[in-house]
């Protein structure tokens, strides 16, 4: 049977029964008498054992049956619920997810989970399980045994690179795999695969990668990867060399030998050789099984809503956002023709064609949209290990999951709240002793909220933890250098709770593994603002914090305002104008050799961006007056000096390419009506 055709409807749906399985679990804890939440995980985990083993994936199907096994034994009634079990539970699921991901990757969908099946083994059998940790803790005594006895080489080699690492040897090289763990929280992978990849090859030559060296770029890796290492060096120098790099969470260096490796091998092209034929019974089951389900679901009256949805690929998307915005850039040249032409039927015809492409632009603006849930999914399951690992009792509350957001921000929003997530956990919410010590309950509460304003979307994460204590974040920013006492005593509860964004800046007086108060925030607030939002703070000590992210609804096609610079158009985006003004020259006034103007009462810095792109500067108009855009990032004013206004435009974003990347303050740039490029001012980067 040829499977290949339905492999990406196999993984796409593998992944939904698999985040069923996480949800009903979490239920299942919160209620565990409650049966029918059991036969929901039985459902999925039923389906994925059936559709594993149709596609070919025996090890799959054979975890899931014995997940399987004891989830039955759980819904009659042989074994009760506990936290202990479902430890073991989730330990399944979680192995599932990686050997699914593993086939997405173009892997076998293989892996070594003998100790978890007997784990399962023994709790469906009704022996008792002591502690959630006893597989972890076996896992990682059985990777130290194997580490110290050298064992055969994890990675497949072609005869050219065992040539390679034999002729090596001759010359006095040792070879090593070495296997490089980065942090969960990592939000620069590829920046840190560099940096190990520099470490390495000084010390030797590197001759392989899992994944490859495109993977590692893109960031399509989970934590781990592994390289092939031909070094003179002692393999303790390595590996402590590797462990400085910051985010990299473990270090594993293991000597390998050509003759390990041809007999890895021999003895897969022996066991190659042995074909095994399954019976006719065994291949029809599952398909029997998954033909009676959906003959079933089509006799239910709600099965009809199920062809009202089709799966389409994103880059397909992709492509149709790329050709309707050449169609934005065309619509723009020809209302720019037809207000020089004043023809009535061009423009009557332009004007309906407006219409209609703005009701497209809304519709595939739409088709991109993803609720935010995709990223929420993975948070009740790490708050739930989290709170274990720390001893403490958490709630987490999700509220507007299905708030929408454009796909390319969904990607790239991750990372931050996970960070952000861990430092509530760690630092915001106290013990349960220190809680009932100062008259809360002892569970604490971190409520995750998403929810669209305007052109934006707004998530916000709150706990009723400490928050921010005022004088110790005071007292470090003072000596960090980065306020002055003058300005210490001026400073209000929202701005001081907002220096812990200040890169490297952290109270946090020992630094644990799940996080540290402050630290990598920075680049939480950098990341964000690179999509075009900002985040704030606003804490209250002893009652909690409430972090709030605003993004933007979608990066593609945005509006802003065209303005003039010495005959040159540049264009800045309207969600960071306050408001334009013409001032008069006269009101503009010097402080500290900045020029500042007096706008509304806020005292507010001038940027001539002629001085910024390094064009020529007449000293303003000849009539005494200057055209400011007033912008803003967070709480932080400016004026931005243009020559002139020219009017608001949507425009298609594009981007500068890796060439011209890292130009300062310029976002991207556009195609105007006319043909002419406008460069895009990215506002963020010029508040300081």
């Known amino acids: 049977m040829e499977t290949n055709q339905y492999l990406e409807m196999f993984l796409d749906e593998s992944k939904e029964h698999l985040q069923s399985c996480n949800e009903h679990l979490l239920e299942l804890e919160n209620n565990p008498q409650d049966l029918a939440i059991v036969n929901e995980v039985f459902r999925s985990a039923h389906t994925l054992k059936g559709m594993s083993a149709t596609m ?90 194997e580490k110290n006895n050298a064992p055969a080489p994890s990675m497949e080699y072609d005869e050219f690179e065992l040539t390679v690492i034999g002729q090596s040897s001759e010359q006095g090289f040792q070879a090593y795999e070495v296997t490089v763990e980065l942090r969960e929280d990592c939000l620069l992978k590829a920046a840190r695969v560099f940096m190990v990849f520099e470490i390495l090859e000084k010390s030797g030559e590197v001759i392989k990668s899992i994944p490859n060296v495109e993977q590692l770029e893109n960031e399509d890796f989970d934590e781990k990867f592994t390289v092939v290492l031909l070094t003179k060096e002692d393999v303790s120098v390595i590996s402590a060399k590797v462990m400085k790099v910051s985010e990299v969470e473990h270090v594993q260096v293991m000597p390998i030998s050509v003759d390990a490796l041809k007999e890895v091998k021999r003895a897969k092209e022996q066991e190659a050789t042995k074909v095994v034929v399954p019976d006719q019974e065994t291949i029809q089951k599952p398909a029997k099984e998954e033909a009676a389900k959906q003959q079933q679901s089509k006799r239910s009256p709600a099965a009809s809503h199920s062809n009202k949805t089709i799966r389409v690929n994103i880059d397909r998307l992709d492509v149709l956002m790329n050709l309707f915005e050449e169609l934005v850039i065309d619509r723009g040249r020809l209302q720019s023709i037809a207000s020089e032409l004043h023809n009535p039927d061009l423009n009557e015809t332009v004007e309906r064609m407006t219409r209609v492409s703005g009701d497209l632009q809304n519709i595939i603006l739409n088709m991109r949209m993803i609720p935010v849930e995709t990223v929420f999914n993975r948070f009740p399951k790490m708050v739930r290990q989290l709170a274990r690992d720390l001893d403490k009792k958490i709630q ?35 013990s349960p002793a220190e809680r009932i010590a100062k008259g809360k309950p002892e569970e604490g509460t971190v409520t995750l909220r998403a929810y669209h304003s305007g052109n934006h979307v707004f998530i916000e994460l709150e706990d009723d933890g400490a928050g921010v204590n005022r004088e110790r974040v005071l007292g470090k920013a003072l000596e960090r250098g980065i306020i002055t006492e003058e300005s210490a ?196 980067a010029l508040i300081k």
């Open 396 to 430: 987490l509350e999700i509220i507007g999951a299905e708030t929408e957001l454009d796909r390319t921000v969904i990607d790239e929003i991750g990372d931050p709240l996970v960070h952000l997530i861990r430092n509530a956990l760690d630092h915001g919410i106290e």
């Open 56 to 145: 070919g994936y025996e090890d799959i199907a054979d975890l899931t049956h014995k997940m399987e096994n004891v989830l039955d034994a759980i819904r009659n009634s042989k074994i009760e619920v506990s936290t202990e079990i479902l430890d073991v539970v989730f330990k399944a699921v979680d192995y599932l997810e990686e050997m699914v991901l593993d086939i997405e990757a173009g892997g076998t969908g293989k892996k070594d989970v003998s100790e978890l099946v007997s784990t399962l083994n023994r709790i469906e059998a009704g022996e008792p399980v002591s502690t959630a940790a006893s597989v972890a803790e076996t896992a990682a005594a059985v990777e130290e045994l």
């Open 489 to 684: 005593a001026t400073l209000t509860d929202k701005q001081v709770a907002e220096l812990i964004l200040a890169s490297g800046f952290s109270t946090a007086e020992k630094i644990t593994d799940v996080s540290g108060r402050g630290v990598g925030l920075d680049v939480v607030k950098s990341t964000i603002e690179s999509l075009g939002g900002y985040i704030s703070i606003d804490s209250k000590e002893g009652q909690g914090s409430l972090f709030q992210v605003q993004l933007p609804l979608t990066l593609s096609i945005i509006s802003v305002m065209l303005v003039e610079l010495d005959k040159d158009i540049y264009a800045i985006p309207l969600s960071s104008i306050i408001e334009t003004a013409i001032i008069q020259t006269s009101d503009i006034m010097n402080a500290h050799n900045q020029k500042v103007i007096d706008f509304r009462g806020n005292i507010v810095p001038l940027v001539n961006l002629k001085d910024i792109f390094e064009m020529e500067d007449e000293d303003g108009r000849s009539d005494g007056f200057q055209s400011v855009v007033i912008v803003r990032k967070g709480e932080k004013l400016a004026g931005l000096v243009v020559d002139s206004f020219i009017g608001q435009q949507e425009i298609v974003l594009k981007s500068l390419g890796n060439y011209l990347q890292s130009v300062f303050a310029i976002s991207g740039a556009t195609i105007l009506g006319n043909g002419q490029v406008a460069l895009i001012v990215d506002c963020n």
